[in-house]
């Protein structure tokens, strides 16, 4: 499976503007976003359903984390709305 693995921002002639780095697991589900700023890291169900993403940027600044889960016909909820009460994660 073939995936993008980076991304590359140039402002002529040869200035990088923007660049990202990706990863991904087995299934082809995105892991990680590595940008010169921060790292997004995301989890997955056993079904590869999108359980969770997490900001991690310099520690001078604070991590957002996001979390979401699915109710009973596959429809992704928000915390508190059938997902997922409360999850911390520190990557």
Known sequence: MSRVSSITA???PSTVVAQSAYTYDD???RRTKTHPEY????AYDELARL???ARQV???RPTSPSMMGYD??????PPGEG???????SF
């Not at 790292?39 to 995301?42: I, L, N, R, S, V």
């Open 51 to 53: 359980t969770s993403a």
């Open 27 to 29: 299934v082809g589900n």
């Open 10 to 12: 140039v402002k002529a």
């Open 58 to 60: 310099p520690e001078t």
């Open 83 to 89: 997902g997922p009460t409360t999850t911390a994660t």
């Open 39 to 42: 790292t997004d890291a995301y």
């Open 72 to 77: 009973s016909v596959e429809t992704d909820t």
